[in-house]
């Protein structure tokens, strides 16, 4: 399964974005599933994650505080609100499914199933 993030685009410094992830053809089903994000010339990192129960979810520091994960089982998809954007924030947002590593990982390579993702933009 891919799952196919959405919601980017180009906003100000202070504003809010909500990203959407959908498995393509799939439902979300027991997936535990993370956002990362990549920015240029940087290595892809972690974000958040959140289970498939919805419950638990756990958060890069630098995020904390500003981003939310949620679940909507019945839209099929996984959400990251973003809040308070800064420039730093400029980068691909990819979701994924956690296959494996203990709950609390933050490694890429625990991750698949990626999609196409999304580009967030934030001016100053």
């Known amino acids: 399964v891919q799952l196919q993030a959405s919601g980017g685009g180009l906003v100000q410094a202070g504003a809010s974005l909500r990203l959407s992830c959908a498995p393509s053809g799939r439902t979300l089903g027991y997936y535990n599933l993370g956002w990362f994000r990549q920015a240029p010339g940087k290595e892809r990192e972690f974000v958040a994650a959140i289970r498939w129960t919805g419950e638990s979810p756990y958060y890069s520091e630098s995020v904390k505080g500003r981003f939310t994960i949620s679940r909507d089982d019945a839209q099929n998809t996984v959400y990251l609100q973003i809040d308070s954007l800064k420039p730093e924030d400029t980068a691909v947002y990819y979701c994924?499914?956690?296959?494996?590593?203990?709950?609390?990982?933050?490694?890429?390579?625990?991750?698949?199933?990626w999609g196409q993702g999304t580009l967030v933009t934030v001016s100053s």
């Open positions: 994924a499914r956690m296959y494996r590593g203990d709950w609390g990982t933050t490694s890429p390579a625990d991750f698949g199933s």
